[in-house]
């Protein structure tokens, strides 16, 4: 279970780092804390966010750059809506544009 846990911790502190107007995917977070083959993981990570707010996880989308279904604070509408306040806009099928939207992964501090 602590290996769960500590991995959970660098997901909210990778996810933290994503700047307003950027998303990342669950692939891209799974690799930046070091376990390539953890989306699912990082998902589960997410969904269980002990922060909401603080941990931005509205601002992470699918491999495709479709929102979650089940966005665990409040449904997808939720997650477009809090996107589109940062800019990002969110199409008719409910995806981002990854090749506008995609954060790079450098890990500055995010000013959430």
């Known amino acids: 279970m602590s290996n769960n846990l500590n991995f959970y911790n ?3 502190e990778t996810v933290r ?9 669950y692939g891209q977070i799974a690799a930046l804390c070091g376990s390539p083959k953890a989306a699912r993981i990082v998902g589960s990570a997410l969904h269980h ?21 089940d966005f665990a604070f409040g449904g997808m509408q939720v997650q477009k809506e809090l996107l589109e306040k940062e800019q990002v806009s ?3 099928d409910n995806c981002v544009d990854l090749s506008v939207f995609l954060w790079n992964g450098s890990m500055t501090h995010n000013e959430w």
């Open 10 to 12: 660098k997901v909210y």
């Open 17 to 25: 780092r994503i700047p307003r107007g950027k998303v990342a995917t």
């Open 90 to 92: 969110v199409g008719d």
């Open 49 to 69: 966010n002990p922060e909401p707010g603080i941990i931005p996880c509205h601002r992470v989308v699918n491999r495709f750059g479709r929102l979650a279904p």
